[in-house]
């Protein structure tokens, strides 16, 4: 009974790419969170040892003249669903939906971002374009510096925020590694760089560590672990991917204004540390910019009537609007890009100086120190009682003698890190709200305030 519920609870699974087909490698799936597999190769065989554990099977299925033989073989296999992943044309898809409702398939989408269909209420919505997180070096390892200043985080953060801002289905990172060697705390920063903007990592290894987890290498087998480790502390804590993001700061944007790229605007915010709010143009609203005090409208051509008014209300009543250069376009969306290029990025320079200079010193509801190499994103739980702010380290080291400001009177604090026990700091009274001292944070962790009512 019990696998039968998590087999229907879509919106629990926890995936994974896998490469063997052989029943016992299940076995390396005991004690971790992963219930959802997703493979090239199936049988009927492994299927079944996976149902009965409570997994799900996934074929994977890409863009080919064969689809309608891989559907059958699908079918053969007794899968609980099918991945296409791919630029599928629309009647390739329709096929594959026609035959996941015969079959009584789960049918997941993991298209170009480009081809995101972001009108679902429910379901599973995801890509398998991605950057791999981590700090941008050059070839001979010296470290690459950001529009920000900061050293230039690559992350997929901007992106995924503004899906959980567009949609109410769960969202799925499927990008996969470099084709080369991680080092196991890369694999770390990618749980986390999804896990903190609302989202879940598709899990996947590159070839040498698969290989060796596999033939159940010690080092390896510690790798996937941590991994699996991680993995677990998002998911004990799952209710967080719907608490809402809890800055100042909003920032008006759509598709067909840079939504689907990384490396813009709400990405220079975010390794900025400035809590943000992404706001769906077709979200915009009075009611979603209450509490914000400097709105970012990045194309105010895009506006319609009903949109420049909610933004007039908001600076009548004392907001600060601040648009994008009047006459400039995002480039469209294209299934083979992800992020700006430096041509883009030079002419966005113009808004990001505003914004910078906007934002300076100023609180838009937390504040932090010692941070350069990581990310934030600040969440209140739906009574505002509680305050998460998300922390990853990006670097190769762990960050050390942080210290965050944080706008709200907060009674007390724990940081919360995968693996390790939970610890009770003591904010202390300062002039804008509260301030916390971290001494440590390896790869990532959460910090829970309890607000005052």
């Known amino acids: 009974m019990l696998a039968a519920l998590l087999l229907l609870a879509v919106s629990a699974w926890v995936p994974a790419r896998w490469t063997s087909p052989d029943p016992g490698s299940l076995e390396l799936l005991e004690g971790s969170p992963i219930n959802c597999l997703l493979l090239e190769r199936v049988t009927p065989e492994f299927t079944a040892a996976a149902r009965a554990k409570g ?16 559907l059958q073989e699908t079918a053969a296999t007794k899968a609980t669903g099918l991945v296409l992943e791919g630029a599928f044309g629309p009647d390739e898809q329709a096929r594959a939906r026609e035959v996941a409702d015969r079959q009584g398939w789960r049918l997941i989408e993991l298209p170009p971002r480009a081809s995101l269909k ?3 209420p429910d379901g599973i919505i995801g890509t398998y374009q991605g950057l791999w997180p981590g700090i941008r070096a050059f070839e001979d390892n010296a470290v690459r510096a950001a529009p920000t200043g900061g050293p230039w985080v690559e992350t997929n953060a901007g992106f995924l925020r503004y899906l959980r801002a567009a949609t109410g ?16 705390h890369r694999y770390l920063h990618a749980v986390a760089d999804a896990a903190s903007s609302g989202a879940r990592w598709v899990v996947a290894l590159d070839a040498d560590l698969d290989r ?4 159940r290498e010690p080092k390896a087998l510690a790798a ?11 998911e004990d804590h799952n209710h967080w991917r719907s608490w809402e993001p809890a800055g100042r700061l909003a920032l008006v944007q759509d598709e067909s204004s840079g939504a689907l790229l990384s490396g813009g605007i709400l990405d220079m ?27 970012v409208n990045v194309d105010p051509a895009a506006l319609g009537e009903a949109d420049k008014e909610a933004l007039r209300t908001f600076t009548r009543a004392g907001g600060t ?7 400039w376009k995002f480039p469209p969306p294209q299934d083979d890009r992800i992020t700006l290029d430096e041509k883009d990025v030079t002419r966005l320079d113009d808004i990001w100086r505003e914004v910078n200079m906007l934002i300076g010193r100023r609180n838009f509801g937390v504040r932090l120190f010692n941070v350069s190499g990581m990310t934030s994103n600040l969440l209140a739980d739906p009574d505002r009682k509680q305050l998460l702010l998300h922390l990853v380290n990006y670097t190769d080291y762990p960050a050390e003698n942080i210290t965050v400001h944080i706008a709200a009177p907060c009674r007390s604090a724990r940081l919360l890190e995968p693996g390790e026990a939970p610890r009770s700091l003591s904010p202390y009274e300062i002039e804008e709200g509260v301030a916390v001292e971290i001494d440590r944070i390896a790869i990532a962790a959460a910090l829970l305030l309890d607000c005052m009512p």
């Open 55 to 70: 997994i799900a099977v996934l074929r994977v299925v890409r863009p080919g003249p064969d689809l309608d033989a891989a």
């Open 118 to 120: 972001l009108d679902r």
């Open 169 to 184: 289905a769960e969202i799925w990172m499927a990008n996969t590694p470099p084709k080369t060697m991680l080092p196991a």
């Open 212 to 215: 060796r987890l596999h033939a």
């Open 224 to 234: 996937w672990r941590r991994i699996c480790t991680y993995l677990k502390f998002y």
């Open 269 to 295: 915010i975010v390794v900025k540390h400035v809590p943000v709010r992404p706001l769906p143009r077709a979200r915009l609203n009075a009611s979603a910019l209450q509490g914000a005090r400097l709105v």
């Open 321 to 327: 609007l601040l648009s994008g250069p009047p006459g």
